[in-house]
Every structure is written in structure tokens, then in C-alpha cells.
């Protein structure tokens, strides 16, 4: 009997083990902050290759001091008391290491603040921002990303996890979501919907073109990259994601479980001959869907292009898809860095498409790849080619990984 209660005992106390184990894990994953390091090195590499890379000459000291301010102001807003620092040597070496010691002197402020008092002064939506910046890998993403974001509007740092998911966005093929297309406007902190697919969980639940997301499963997402919402909204198939969106006036939550969503990147809608060709994004393989769709349908009465909410991709299926209008060894698009260009993409296929008339239609979510394609057709095929609908986006840079 003692021996039988002696393994009984061991038995509990291993299953709550178990579980003590697995909470922590759970606790620790979402927790998590996504790069994988707190050591200042990492800021090093950032520094270095943008140095080298970025579009225009670099002064690292006025970046590392727009750095600086760019962290000021953002733990300002949200109650953090820190001192202002501006670095003032001369070399790029001691800029670094000046900046470094500021970095540690800041961080070192936050960790003596009173968390609870300035949590308590301000809203729920910055709990994530407070979760992420005092853990030591959090304020250095943090410092990362108001390096970046000195430089301009469109460069970013990504996690591990977020370059996973934006790999397997321009991949395409299939995910696990809730099918919407969003966009952050360069003026705008919230992001838009811009379309829900048909048949989609997102459309079921009620969310619709407009709508703002601000929140995802509680936190706030106002200040963070497209692509981190974008991995933060998908998940495994049958999982549930708490969306809160402002529409109009209101804020509304959407309760949403995942489901399986297979992508296309281009859609064909074929009314009485009139077929319009909906390229949604610009990913591997999108040429030759266009290419094999056009078969299909043979020669529509009309022949339109859609490029609505269409926010660019890969560059070559763009200039892919100019080759099937105006032949091979044309020049597509000049690309110039530091004042000087640095690249020429010539179409490398045959012309395969000729039509009297082809409309292509934009709107102010008609971005990057999108824009260079419109603009291409129409400097080559001038008058066969009509644009319609509004003002672009604007963005003119092609971005490098």
C-alpha cells in the first residue's frame, strides 16, 4: 500500500511538472521577442550595411542622432522620462561607441522608471511596447528599428519570424489567415484593409475594404510593420485571432478562426467577352499565370488590366509581364544609387500580347512594381494604353533584402 501511494505521489508531482514546464514554455513563447539576440553587435551589422547599401550617401553621425531622437520622442509619448543625448565625435568608430553608451545609459533609465505608475497613467494599447522594450532584445529591436526608420519611410528591420512570413508572401501559394490584403498608406499609423477575399473567414466575420486595424489579440499594433501584423495575424489552421478595427467612428471586434487561404495572383473575370485581368501581387510565377490566362481567354472585346490594391513584389515578374507587350532587349527600369545607376533591367520575352486598346486601373494602393508596369506599357505602347482611376501611391524605390 506505501509503495503503491509513493508512486502515486510521483505521478502527480511528474505530471505537475509537466505542466509547470509547459506554462513557462507558453509563457516564454509569447513573451518572445523576435531576433534572437541582445548583444549591441547586431546594431553594428545594421549600421554597416546600410553604409554600404542604402540609396543615398549616409552621414552616420546625422543618422545615429536622428536615431536617438526618434527613441526620445517614442518613450517620451508614452511617459518615460529619459535624457536627451547628441553625439558629437568625429570619427565613425567613436559615433558608434558614443552612441553605445548612450544606448546602455537609456536602457538603464527604463529599467529605474516606475513601470506600474506610467502603465497605470496610459492606455492598454501600450502594454505590448512596454513588454517589448524592457527586456534587453526588445530595446535593441527597438533601437534597430529607429535606426531605420531615420533613413526613410520604407526601410525596416526584420525578426526571423517576420522574413519567414514575408518570404512565403512573395512565394505565394497558400497560408494559414484570415484572407485580407492590407496597406499602410506613408501618412497613416493604422493599417487599411483594402480587400477581403470572397469566401474568406475575415469576410464571413464581417470586416470590410476600410476598415483600420489598430489592434491584434489585445495589442497594439499602430507603430509596428506591415509585415509583423501580417505574421501576427496568421497562425495555424483552426486558431482563433482577435481583430479590433475602427471603422468610421467605431472601434469593432472581430473574433476570427484561421482557415487554409489559397492565393492567386492573378484573377480573370470574364463578363460577356469583357475580361479583366486582376493582378493582386507580384510573386514568383506571376508573369506566367498573366501569360497563361491571356491564352486562355484568347482576345477579349476588351482588354483590362487591374491593378487596385496591387502593393508590388518582384520587380522581374513585373518587367516579365512589359516583355509580353513589347518584345525582348528593351530598357524597363533604371535603378540608381548614390547618385549614380547602378543597374538596367531589360524584358527578356518574346512579344506575345497586341491589342489595339488595353485599359490599365489604379488606385492610391497601386504601388512599387505596380507603378513601374503601368508606366512602362505606357511610354512604350503610348496611345494603346489607357491609365485610369486615382493617384497613385508614389513610391519610386525598389528595395533590396
Same mark, same amino acid.
Given at each position: 500500500?506505501?509503495?503503491?501511494?509513493?508512486?502515486?505521489?510521483?505521478?502527480?508531482?511528474?505530471?505537475?511538472?509537466?505542466?509547470?514546464?509547459?506554462?513557462?514554455?507558453?509563457?516564454?513563447?509569447?513573451?518572445?521577442?523576435?531576433?534572437?539576440?541582445?548583444?549591441?553587435?547586431?546594431?553594428?551589422?545594421?549600421?554597416?550595411?546600410?553604409?554600404?547599401?542604402?540609396?543615398?550617401?549616409?552621414?552616420?553621425?546625422?543618422?545615429?542622432?536622428?536615431?536617438?531622437?526618434?527613441?526620445?520622442?517614442?518613450?517620451?509619448?508614452?511617459?518615460?522620462?529619459?535624457?536627451?543625448?547628441?553625439?558629437?565625435?568625429?570619427?565613425?568608430?567613436?559615433?558608434?561607441?558614443?552612441?553605445?553608451?548612450?544606448?546602455?545609459?537609456?536602457?538603464?533609465?527604463?529599467?529605474?522608471?516606475?513601470?506600474?505608475?506610467?502603465?497605470?497613467?496610459?492606455?492598454?494599447?501600450?502594454?505590448?511596447?512596454?513588454?517589448?522594450?524592457?527586456?534587453?532584445?526588445?530595446?535593441?529591436?527597438?533601437?534597430?528599428?529607429?535606426?531605420?526608420?531615420?533613413?526613410?519611410?520604407?526601410?525596416?528591420?526584420?525578426?526571423?519570424?517576420?522574413?519567414?512570413?514575408?518570404?512565403?508572401?512573395?512565394?505565394?501559394?497558400?497560408?494559414?489567415?484570415?484572407?485580407?490584403?492590407?496597406?499602410?498608406?506613408?501618412?497613416?499609423?493604422?493599417?487599411?484593409?483594402?480587400?477581403?477575399?470572397?469566401?474568406?473567414?475575415?469576410?464571413?466575420?464581417?470586416?470590410?475594404?476600410?476598415?483600420?486595424?489598430?489592434?491584434?489579440?489585445?495589442?497594439?499594433?499602430?507603430?509596428?510593420?506591415?509585415?509583423?501584423?501580417?505574421?501576427?495575424?496568421?497562425?495555424?489552421?483552426?486558431?482563433?485571432?482577435?481583430?479590433?478595427?475602427?471603422?468610421?467612428?467605431?472601434?469593432?471586434?472581430?473574433?476570427?478562426?484561421?482557415?487554409?487561404?489559397?492565393?492567386?495572383? !492573378? #484573377?480573370?473575370?470574364? %463578363?460577356?467577352?469583357?475580361? @479583366?485581368?486582376?493582378? /493582386? &501581387? +507580384?510573386?514568383?510565377?506571376?508573369?506566367?499565370?498573366?501569360?497563361?490566362?491571356?491564352?486562355?481567354?484568347?482576345?477579349?472585346?476588351?482588354?483590362?488590366?487591374?491593378?487596385?490594391?496591387?502593393?508590388?513584389?518582384?520587380?522581374?515578374?513585373?518587367?516579365?509581364?512589359?516583355?509580353?507587350?513589347?518584345?525582348?532587349?528593351?530598357?524597363?527600369?533604371?535603378?540608381?544609387?548614390?547618385?549614380?545607376?547602378?543597374?538596367?533591367?531589360?524584358?527578356?520575352?518574346?512579344?506575345?500580347?497586341?491589342?489595339?486598346?488595353?485599359?490599365?486601373?489604379?488606385?492610391?494602393?497601386?504601388?512599387?512594381?505596380?507603378?513601374?508596369?503601368?508606366?512602362? !506599357? #505606357?511610354?512604350?505602347? %503610348?496611345?494603346?494604353?489607357? @491609365?485610369?482611376?486615382? /493617384? &497613385? +501611391?508614389?513610391?519610386?524605390?525598389?528595395?533590396?533584402?
Amino acid at each position: 500500500m506505501k509503495r503503491l501511494i509513493k508512486i502515486l505521489f510521483f505521478i502527480v508531482l511528474l505530471i505537475g511538472l509537466i505542466f509547470f514546464i509547459i506554462n513557462k514554455e507558453t509563457e516564454a513563447d509569447n513573451n518572445e521577442v523576435d531576433i534572437g539576440t541582445s548583444s549591441f553587435e547586431l546594431f553594428r551589422q545594421v549600421v554597416a550595411y546600410t553604409y554600404r547599401d542604402f540609396v543615398d550617401e549616409i552621414n552616420i553621425k546625422t543618422q545615429l542622432n536622428k536615431t536617438l531622437e526618434n527613441i526620445y520622442s517614442n518613450l517620451s509619448k508614452v511617459g518615460f522620462k529619459v535624457k536627451k543625448y547628441v553625439i558629437s565625435s568625429s570619427t565613425i568608430k567613436d559615433q558608434l561607441n558614443e552612441f553605445e553608451n548612450y544606448y546602455n545609459l537609456i536602457y538603464n533609465e527604463i529599467k529605474s522608471s516606475d513601470i506600474e505608475k506610467i502603465k497605470e497613467s496610459k492606455s492598454d494599447i501600450y502594454k505590448n511596447f512596454y513588454n517589448l522594450i524592457l527586456k534587453k532584445e526588445g530595446f535593441l529591436k527597438f533601437a534597430i528599428q529607429s535606426y531605420c526608420s531615420a533613413l526613410d519611410r520604407y526601410t525596416e528591420y526584420m525578426g526571423p519570424k517576420e522574413y519567414n512570413f514575408f518570404k512565403e508572401n512573395i512565394q505565394a501559394g497558400n497560408y494559414s489567415g484570415v484572407g485580407i490584403v492590407m496597406f499602410r498608406n506613408k501618412d497613416e499609423k493604422e493599417i487599411t484593409v483594402v480587400e477581403v477575399f470572397e469566401e474568406a473567414p475575415a469576410k464571413e466575420a464581417g470586416i470590410e475594404p476600410g476598415d483600420k486595424i489598430i489592434k491584434v489579440d489585445d495589442k497594439d499594433v499602430t507603430n509596428l510593420s506591415l509585415d509583423t501584423v501580417q505574421s501576427m495575424i496568421r497562425g495555424p489552421e483552426n486558431t482563433n485571432v482577435k481583430l479590433t478595427i475602427k471603422r468610421g467612428n467605431q472601434i469593432m471586434e472581430f473574433n476570427i478562426t484561421r482557415k487554409i487561404i489559397h492565393i492567386k495572383s !492573378v #484573377k480573370v473575370i470574364n %463578363k460577356d467577352g469583357n475580361v @479583366i485581368f486582376n493582378i /493582386k &501581387t +507580384f510573386s514568383n510565377g506571376t508573369a506566367k499565370d498573366f501569360l497563361d490566362a491571356y491564352k486562355k481567354y484568347g482576345e477579349p472585346k476588351t482588354f483590362i488590366i487591374d491593378l487596385r490594391n496591387n502593393g508590388g513584389g518582384l520587380i522581374n515578374e513585373a518587367i516579365n509581364i512589359l516583355s509580353y507587350f513589347i518584345g525582348p532587349n528593351r530598357e524597363a527600369v533604371k535603378l540608381k544609387r548614390k547618385g549614380k545607376v547602378e543597374k538596367v533591367f531589360y524584358t527578356e520575352y518574346k512579344k506575345q500580347i497586341d491589342f489595339d486598346k488595353v485599359v490599365i486601373i489604379v488606385n492610391s494602393y497601386t504601388a512599387s512594381a505596380s507603378e513601374l508596369l503601368a508606366q512602362c !506599357v #505606357k511610354d512604350y505602347l %503610348k496611345e494603346k494604353i489607357i @491609365i485610369i482611376g486615382t /493617384k &497613385t +501611391f508614389g513610391k519610386n524605390s525598389v528595395q533590396t533584402i
